[in-house]
């Protein structure tokens, strides 16, 4: 597609549920990312994902949190067990090759837990 | 490690005025520099980048920014402020082979 496509755009889903979330980049980009921003805070990073290589997990906030890149292209980023504190805005970017390049962003997954 | 600092959370000015959103950066080579905008209820946009060269870049909608090696900066600036840029503005930092970090943010309101 022409840009980063998020699905769905609104998630509301009760308290322990798990939830996905997918990200389709821009076809060709190598590097993608996946960031939170929550009510009235920044962006929030979460996970990296670049080529080939093993994904930069530094930001996710617990184990409830993963995500994983198919065929280095698509994206799902999974929540379990889902706490009224996951509220929030997911992001995700893509980018040509990396830190080097503008990243695109999508317009986002606005998640509510219940 | 590769941290952005932007010290201002909010700042409001009047339509009309000039504007300059502060941005600091650590990193430990030769930083990508970056400036984005996100409008309410919007994704975020790139406003404008620096790699190499001119220490002075332009962007979009009017606005520019200064990479001062010896400052670790890249303020944003634009002479004159419209409503229309009432936003809050990322600045970011990355690299060859790394990931973008990201500032929190600053929140401009413009007052008419």
């Known amino acids: 597609g022409a840009g980063v496509s998020q699905s769905p755009s609104n998630k509301v889903t009760e308290k322990g549920k798990d939830v996905e979330l997918r990200c389709d980049p821009i076809s060709g980009h190598t590097a993608l990312y996946w960031y939170r921003q929550s009510l009235g805070q920044g962006l929030e990073f979460l996970i990296y994902f670049q080529g080939n290589s093993a994904p930069d997990k530094s930001g996710l906030p617990s184990d409830r949190f993963s995500a994983e890149r198919t065929g280095g292209s698509v994206s799902t980023l999974t929540i379990q067990r889902t706490q009224q504190e996951d509220s929030a805005v997911y992001l995700c970017?893509?980018?040509?090759?990396?830190?080097?390049?503008?990243?695109?962003f999508g317009q986002g997954t606005r998640l509510t837990v219940v | 490690a590769q941290s952005v600092t932007q010290p201002d959370i909010h700042i409001t000015v009047s339509e009309g005025a000039s504007l300059e959103l502060r941005c600091n950066y650590s990193?430990?080579?030769?930083?990508?520099l970056f400036w984005y905008v996100q409008s309410p209820g919007q994704g975020l946009q790139l406003l404008l980048k620096?790699?190499?060269?001119?220490?002075l870049v332009q962007g979009i909608k009017g606005f520019e920014a200064e990479f001062k090696r010896s400052q670790s900066s890249f303020n944003l600036r634009k002479p004159s402020v419209h409503w229309s840029d009432a936003a809050e503005y990322f600045c970011?930092?990355?690299?060859?082979?790394?990931?973008?970090?990201f500032g929190a943010g600053t929140i401009l309101r413009v007052k008419s």
């Open positions: 970011a930092v990355g690299g060859w082979g790394n990931k973008l970090v």
């Open positions: 620096y790699f190499s060269g001119d220490t």
């Open positions: 990193y430990g080579a030769t930083p990508y």
């Open positions: 970017a893509s980018s040509s090759t990396g830190g080097n390049t503008e990243a695109f």
